[in-house]
């Protein structure tokens, strides 16, 4: 018998859940991807990825992915929410479409994907949250990503707790700054101070943070885990902005 497993990855078409699909298919697993449009790049192993087109912040949609993904595969080892979305501004800035965007895809995402995939999973599986650094710590200008993030950390733990009983991990892996489509808007002085305040000195890169979500899908007796990969940002002191 194969000990390969099943995934399926949201955001999985690019950046950082599209490294996880490239971990995972390497070491001869199957992943579904979920994305509202179809991977730009070719995959390493395209016989073992298939893409499903669904939009994480519509229930329809999501409901008929998940039912996708379990005729297609029959079940599920590893759920991976890594589908988000980046819209900044201050409070005065920031317009309630963007906010809605935001809370919708990030948060309201990650609820959806959990009420359709947790009632057909079985005990071992995990499922593996995104977060982010500033779901944690107060940043300028992200008062909609950092609500939807810190929001992704409680829905992470009442969800760890809930379906420990039934042998299903739920974690949190937090990236710090990770060279992606979604943050390569910020160039020049803005991302200089960025990287300043990385302890490290340096952006991460995606296969970095799919190393840690592969780490934390194989650990047995984790769950309610914050895991941050982040060359030291949560742990340091930021600068006044
Ligand atoms: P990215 O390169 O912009 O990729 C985002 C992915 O999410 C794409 O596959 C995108 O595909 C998908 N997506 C967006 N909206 C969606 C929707 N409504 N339904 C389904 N899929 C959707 O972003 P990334 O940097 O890899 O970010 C991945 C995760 O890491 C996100 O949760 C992000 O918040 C988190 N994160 C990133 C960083 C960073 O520095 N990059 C730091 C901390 C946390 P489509 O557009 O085709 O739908």
């Known amino acids: 018998m194969s000990d390969s497993k099943n995934w399926l990855v949201t955001g999985g078409s690019r950046g950082i859940g599209r490294a996880v699909v490239e971990a995972a298919t390497a070491r001869g697993d199957r992943v579904a991807v979920f994305a509202r449009k179809p991977a730009t790049e070719q995959w390493t192993h395209a016989d073992r990825v298939i893409e499903i087109h669904t939009d994480i912040g519509d229930s329809a949609s999501v409901g008929s992915g998940v039912a996708e993904v379990f005729d297609r595969f029959g079940s599920l080892d590893v759920v991976v929410n890594a589908a988000g979305v980046h819209r900044g501004g201050r409070i005065g800035d920031l317009s309630r479409q963007h906010w809605d965007e935001v809370i919708t895809t990030n948060l309201t995402g990650a609820f959806e994907l959990a009420r359709a995939v947790v009632p057909r999973l079985d005990a071992g599986a995990a499922l593996i949250n995104v977060g982010a650094v500033v779901g944690f710590r107060g940043f300028p200008g992200d008062v909609a990503y950092g609500a939807a993030k ?92």
Request: proline share 5%; hydrophobic share 45%.
């Open 150 to 241: 810190a929001g992704l950390s409680g829905l992470t733990q009442v969800l760890a707790v809930e379906l420990a009983p039934r042998e299903i991990r739920v974690n949190l892996v937090i990236p710090g700054f990770v060279d992606t489509d979604m943050t390569s808007a910020l160039t020049g002085r803005a991302r200089e101070k960025v990287v300043a305040a990385i302890p490290m000195g340096r952006t991460g890169r995606p296969e970095e943070i799919a190393q840690v979500i592969v780490g934390v899908a194989d650990s047995p007796y984790m769950t309610g885990s914050i895991v941050a990969t982040d060359g030291g940002l949560m742990s340091s002191f930021s600068s006044r902005s």
